[in-house]
């Protein structure tokens, strides 16, 4: 499916605008000046090869690690260097790569935890619902400890625990990695449905043209810069994006 079918709102406020962002671990620079924008309902997606610096942007948005320079703005305010539980609060979620689940706990304890933000019951019991909704199996093995569901089912379990907030802004980091085909036809039919619903996302993917296909735009980034961006049908008709990373 294309995103262009929806408009790209170029004349709304940016609802995450990441502004040259310099970033690293220790004296390690691994992002020398990264920007990106997210409009209201978009959903973005960032690819480049492995090592780029894609997880390590997320990281930088999230409060997991600080820019040196440049900075972080979302709905309207400077994130730039706030805590992560902080800009949680403030309605950015994150699914780290490698779809981390609490192992002992149940389903349902899984997604409780996913609230710990909200102390409203009724609220967490309504994104419950929805997280129901969206993820039926989550539902069914809701007693079942996370440790016993299959990969696909914790990539799932992964992404419902983060909408558990209800966000106004999805990080999904490589939400198809090492999964079975089946299931990576069922995460990008999720963020389909999830996009339909009107949430803004930024998926970070190996799975380019996926990505790229449900994408209203992307970005390529390469050795801790921004490379190409445009819409993700541009992107995809692209010839050196095609042959340097989809695979010709
Ligand atoms: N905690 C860390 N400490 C030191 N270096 C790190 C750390 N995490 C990542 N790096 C380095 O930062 C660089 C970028 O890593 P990052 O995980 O952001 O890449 P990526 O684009 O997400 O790659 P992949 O597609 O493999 O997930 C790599 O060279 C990596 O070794
Ligand atoms: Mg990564």
Do not use: C, W
């Amino acid at each position: 499916m294309s995103g262009s079918s929806r408009p790209t709102s170029a004349g709304d406020q940016p609802l995450l605008r990441v502004e040259q962002v310099v970033a690293g671990y220790g004296q390690i620079e691994i992002l020398h000046g990264v920007s990106l924008e997210v409009h209201p309902q978009e959903v973005v997606s960032i690819i480049g090869p492995n090592g780029a610096g894609k997880s390590t942007a997320f990281k930088a948005i999230v409060g997991l690690i600080t820019p040196r320079e440049g900075q972080v703005l979302f709905d309207g305010r400077e994130i730039t260097g706030v805590r992560p539980d902080l800009i949680l609060r403030r309605g950015l979620a994150y699914v780290p790569q490698g779809r981390i689940v609490f192992p002992q706990m149940t389903v349902l304890e899984n997604l409780e935890m996913g609230a710990y933000i909200e102390t409203d019951k009724q609220k967490v019991r309504a994104a419950m619902a929805q997280v129901f909704q969206l993820f039926p199996v989550l539902s069914e093995r809701s007693s079942q400890k996370a440790s016993t569901l299959s990969g696909g089912e914790q990539q799932m379990l992964a992404i419902g625990r983060a909408l558990m907030t209800r966000p106004k802004l999805l990080l999904l980091d490589e939400p198809s990695l090492g999964l079975s085909p089946k299931f990576v036809t069922l995460v990008f039919e999720k963020v389909a449905e999830l996009r339909a619903y009107g949430m803004t996302m930024v998926i970070v993917e190996q799975n380019a043209v996926k990505a790229l296909s449900v994408a209203d735009r992307g970005y390529v980034l390469e050795l801790g810069q921004n490379r190409f961006e445009g819409t993700g049908r541009e992107l995809l008709a692209n010839e050196e994006v095609r042959r340097l990373y989809l695979g010709g």
